[in-house]
């Protein structure tokens, strides 16, 4: 049997800095407050939508602010997320060539999951993923490994046969949480170091690597 390969969303499959920075740096704008470059942001990203609103607010934000920011970035990112975000290069062939090999595909993500979703959908139409999963309330995020549970019951494999590529600490996180071999990818938002630091064995610099 093939193993099932999870993948990450962002920093993995995609390269979405340019606009989760730009809907970020909009709605603290609108609350008067200083924006981020995308070097910052990229820090930012990985933990959630409320952890990457929380890390660029003013430090001792109160909860009122951190949800009003949560609130309009959602209303922002969902009508712009597709200006500043495509596949990395060779992320489409690879998916592709996967897919014709007959692996079983999936995303999970920190990602809420509604963007998610949806981003999947509108940036690979032609993939077919078994499972895709964001960020849902009530279910705890990477790197609990609930949801890569979730997957490897949804495409019928032990989790010893999935496999877990991402490019964060919280992917490295997840994959040893939940018994899953892992393999970092270098081209995302996380160093080498850190993600050795996490626990990170097996890595690759380019898609057709895989």
């Given at each position: ?21 730009a ?33 660029a ?49 999936a ?55 999935c ?48």
């Open positions: 049997m093939k193993p099932c390969l999870i993948f990450d969303l962002d920093g993995t499959l995609v390269d979405s800095l340019p606009g989760i920075a809907s970020l740096n909009r709605c603290l704008e609108l609350h008067g407050l200083p924006g981020h470059s995308n070097a910052a942001v990229r820090r930012f990203i990985g933990n959630g939508l409320r952890t990457l609103v929380q890390r607010a003013p430090s001792g934000s109160d909860s009122a602010l951190i949800d009003s920011l949560v609130s309009l970035f959602k209303k922002d990112y969902d009508q712009s997320w597709k200006s500043g975000t495509k596949p990395y290069p060779g992320i489409l062939n690879l998916l592709t060539d996967l897919q014709r090999a007959g692996y079983s595909m995303v999970l993500s920190n990602k809420t999951h509604d963007f998610t979703v949806d981003m999947v959908a509108g940036l690979f139409p032609n993939i077919h993923f078994h499972k895709v999963l964001g960020q849902r309330d009530g279910v705890p995020q990477k790197p609990h490994p609930a949801g890569a549970f979730q997957i490897a019951q949804a495409v019928g494999h032990a989790p010893e046969t496999i877990l590529i991402g490019d964060s600490t919280v992917d490295m996180e997840t994959a040893r949480n939940a018994d899953m071999p892992a393999i970092a990818v270098l081209w995302g938002y996380h160093d080498r170091e850190k993600l050795i630091a996490a626990g990170a064995q097996l890595f690759i610099e380019h898609p057709a690597e895989l």
